[in-house]
């Protein structure tokens, strides 16, 4: 062996005075790789040998006692050798990897085979150290050993990372009693990995799972049953859940939930409609090993009391308790026989609230709700109802809308409240606010929304307002509605420029505002049931461009509405109001060519017109002998210059046409035609 080692320091010491002669670089090891025996993979980046004086690469291992060379490798290209019977399973060993040319090369790397020992402290882990490859570490070995495990036998999987200087990992044990092996990895950049021998131990768990973290106790407002949430165990070996409930001074196991996945409960039959209740959650493993029980949490009671004469409702209750962020306000809520809505949002300090201004004869059930801060979790309270036993005040006096029915009736539609009692509604009108109001009618209700019709009015010449005056039960103060004003619609017309001028006065007043006016058309004396325009509450009038209605068989009379369109309203309530439907009349338009080609371009003759009534349409054509050539009473007839399936001769015609335009006012055209081929 000495001999051996004064022959490598030898050759060394060759190698380093004969590298000016050019001979080749020994290659760059990156990989190794121990196998399940103990063999181990050399592996490296071949050398260059441009000059062609290659013989070998030289492999040398030192498994303690010095470095052997342990077999050689003719083959520039290659770029692994196999140690067989390196043992590398029972320690580290070093190897380095020399080229041989003129003389042996100084080898660039020595690399340590990673040595990885398991062992089992008694305390439910397992504790792995490994040795370190090289100081420094190879410029191209990634910054991270991969921690693989097997099991059950033969199956591997990659269970977490370190950095490289961090040669050691403590993994802790989720099954009972059972051998478990472990390899670790270190990629390299060149492509090829360094892999540990595999070691391992009969392992335990002996820790018990982490407390679960309640997330939040609440109630089921329609059974009456406690719900409980919590978060799964940190511990992914937890198979089930205890629940446990303080009872008469005492945390009592009250049942088991089973599954780690499984992570709420709920309780049958608590009493959470007349106290609060605690619940707490403990966590058990496969192994048996049972967690403490984590933080209690409590449902949320809530109480209420009467005030009969001030119509005030007190409600109280208890803190919710120990969410880790606390809580960051109490929301109240009630219903009056509806859905639930939001009356007040509290501190996180205030439990109690005082609902003033309830309505009388109305049940009113409440619920609160706990909000913590960060607001991930919630906690509802039981649900606790209270009749308000006396006569009620109306609320609210809503006029719905004021529409155009014709010219001599409008119709007012009014949302009353049907929960107060009142003894009559009092529909009232006038055209100018500076005037007073007189009385239209009265109602005493009975549906919702109330109709009222006012036919003492003449909506085709102005607009009206309108309010609804109620009288409650009791002779108590009464309401008056908000004002509506219909809509009154006027139309000019511009013979010349064809367009309709429309204009109106804006529909007052909604609670929801108003979402856009539509307006319609009639042609041919048919609405059109889709809107021709549309245009945004702003604006009150629209220019209607007939033109291109001109070459349709259309009567020159044009009739409008307009349509307003209400907001939805605090009142969940969209109406519409109607204008007065106003028409306006346009001359005809007629245009008659005074020629016919026969066989040329022009090889039809027919009158254009437009705006007419078409049922009184009449046109003939008369030659000389005053005999009539060609009559029709379809305005899309044309003429092609026959008479009895012979083309006329070439000649000058007379033409007559007749119509009567949509007021009925008669026209009456004639000239000459003439015809050629």
Same mark, same amino acid.
């Given at each position: ?62 498994? !303690? ?5 342990? !077999? ?11 140690? =067989? !019977?390196?043992?590398?399973?029972a320690n580290s060993v070093k190897y380095i990897v020399t080229s041989f040319s003129t003389a042996e090369s100084l080898a660039q790397d020595t690399l340590s085979t990673i040595f990885l020992s398991v062992n089992n402290p008694g305390d439910g882990t397992a504790l792995l150290i490994w040795n370190i490859m090289s100081t420094p570490a190879i410029i191209t070995a990634n910054n991270w050993y991969m921690i ?31 051998? *478990? ?108 090993? +049972? ?12 109480? +209420? ?14 803190? &919710? ?8 306000? &109490? ?24 609902? +003033? ?125 908000? *004002? !509506? ?63 291109? =209605? ?22 969940? *309530? ?104």
């Amino acid at each position: 062996m000495k001999e051996l080692k004064r022959f490598i320091s030898v050759i060394f010491f060759l190698v380093g005075s004969f590298m000016s002669f050019g001979q080749v670089t020994s290659p760059e090891v990156k990989c190794l790789a121990v196998d399940a025996v103990g063999d181990v993979t050399v592996t490296w980046i071949s050398a260059a040998d441009p000059t062609g004086i290659f013989v070998e690469y030289r492999v040398y291992a030192d498994n !303690g006692g010095g470095f052997v060379q342990v !077999g050689t490798e003719s083959v520039l290209g290659a770029s692994s050798f196999n140690h =067989l !019977g390196a043992n590398a399973n029972a320690n580290s060993v070093k190897y380095i990897v020399t080229s041989f040319s003129t003389a042996e090369s100084l080898a660039q790397d020595t690399l340590s085979t990673i040595f990885l020992s398991v062992n089992n402290p008694g305390d439910g882990t397992a504790l792995l150290i490994w040795n370190i490859m090289s100081t420094p570490a190879i410029i191209t070995a990634n910054n991270w050993y991969m921690i693989y495990q097997e099991y059950p036998t033969n199956v591997w999987s990659l269970i977490d990372s370190v950095q490289y200087g961090d040669e050691n990992y403590r993994d802790t044990i989720t099954l009972c009693n059972e051998t *478990i092996n472990y390899r670790i990895e270190l990629e390299d950049d060149s492509g090829c990995n360094s892999v540990s021998n595999i070691d391992g131990d009969i392992l335990q768990d002996l820790i018990p799972p982490d407390a679960p973290v309640i997330d939040w106790v609440t109630v089921d407002t329609a059974t009456g049953d406690a719900l409980i949430n919590w978060t799964e165990s940190n511990a992914i070996d937890a198979t089930g859940y205890i629940i446990l409930e303080f009872i008469s001074g005492g945390w009592i196991i009250i049942d088991i939930v089973y599954g780690y996945a499984n992570t709420n409960y709920t309780k049958i039959n608590a009493l959470v409609d007349f106290q609060p209740e605690n619940y707490g959650v403990a966590a058990f493993d496969s192994c048996s090993n +049972t967690s403490p029980m984590g933080v209690p949490h409590n449902s949320i009671y809530v109480s +209420t009391s009467l005030d009969i004469c001030a119509k005030e409702v007190s409600i109280t209750w208890n803190a &919710y308790q120990n969410w880790n962020t606390g809580v960051l306000r &109490y929301e109240v809520y009630a219903s009056s026989g509806g859905a639930y809505s939001l009356i007040s949002s509290l501190g996180s300090s205030v439990t109690s609230y005082i609902h +003033t201004g309830v309505l009388a004869n109305k049940l009113y059930c409440y619920v609160i709700r706990a909000v913590n801060v960060g607001e991930t979790s919630s906690s509802i309270s039981n649900k606790v109802c209270r009749f308000v036993n006396q006569p009620p005040l109306p609320q609210f006096a809503y006029l719905q809308s004021a529409t155009v029915v014709s010219d001599d009736e409008i119709e007012v539609r009014f949302h009353s409240d049907v929960s107060a009692i009142v003894n009559s509604y009092t529909l009232e009108r006038t055209d100018n606010l500076a005037n007073p109001f007189d009385v239209v009618s009265v109602s005493t209700g009975g549906m919702d929304p109330i109709v009222f019709a006012d036919y003492n009015v003449s909506a085709d010449n102005q607009s009206y307002y309108y309010q609804v005056v109620l009288e409650d039960s009791c002779g108590r103060s009464s309401l008056i509605s908000n *004002i !509506g004003r219909s809509i009154l619609l006027s139309v000019t017309e511009n013979k010349t420029t064809l367009v309709n001028l429309l204009q109106w006065t804006k529909y007052e007043s909604w609670d929801g505002s108003i979402m856009e006016y539509r307006i319609f058309r009639s042609v041919n004396g048919v609405y059109d049931s889709s809107p021709v325009a549309t245009v945004p509450a702003s604006q009150s009038f629209y220019q209607d461009n007939i033109g291109d =209605l001109v070459t349709n068989n259309i009567t020159g009379e044009f009739c409008y509405y307009i349509e307003a369109v209400e907001n939805v309203n605090n009142y969940g *309530i969209s109406e519409t109001s109607f204008s007065n439907r106003t028409c306006i009349n346009h001359i005809p338009i007629v245009y008659i060519p005074n020629g016919l080609f026969i066989g040329g371009h022009n090889n039809t003759w027919k009158p254009k017109v437009s705006l007419i009534d078409f049922s009184s349409y009449d046109v003939k054509v008369v030659n000389r002998q005053g005999h009539i050539v060609f009559n029709s009473t379809d305005a899309n007839q044309e003429w092609d210059g026959s008479y009895k399936e012979k083309y006329v001769p070439i000649d000058v015609y007379v033409y007559q046409l007749t119509f009567v335009d949509a007021e009925g006012q008669f026209y009456e055209f004639s000239g000459h035609v003439t015809v050629v081929r």
